[in-house]
């Protein structure tokens, strides 16, 4: 069953909507990027290539030559995935290991070697402030350790 099928259950048949109609269009959590894109999804691309060592520039959501290149970048070193133009497409979402499916409740994640709170919120598409909310023994953003269980909330 489809999202949009699934987000608006008012609508008795698919096949048949109507002009003015309205209906909830859930959110795309990866969506497809390209050079001249804008926004938080960009930024979210640009944090974990700034992570991974490939992207030098700033954390602007604008997807510029820079972002382009790095995009690129990262494309050749993943074997599974083609090298897209440097365009940013679901395999390379998950390439990156963002989290692309909605999360409808609280999930378990256990911390990697290297990953901060701010990391971690950019794979899984949530704010740090939205990690910390649900997680009180989390009491400093900068102090989580490998191998340590939190939890992270459904997805924005």
Known sequence: MSDLIINNPQI???DIIFVGQATQIPPKLCPTLRLGD????????????????VY????DGIFGPLTHSAVKEWQSTVKEIEISSG??????????????????????YMVRPGS???IIAAWFGVTVESIM???????????????QVINIPASL
């Open 38 to 53: 804008r926004g938080p999804d960009v930024s979210r691309i640009q944090i974990l290539l700034q992570f991974l060592g």
């Open 133 to 147: 909310r649900i997680n009180p023994q989390i009491t400093d953003p900068n102090l989580i350790f490998p191998g």
């Open 56 to 59: 030098s520039g700033r954390i």
């Open 87 to 108: 365009i940013v497409d679901t395999n390379t979402w998950y390439s990156l290991g963002f989290e692309c499916e909605p999360r409808p409740a609280i999930t378990q």
């Open 116 to 118: 901060s709170l701010y």
């Open 12 to 14: 008795e048949n698919p």
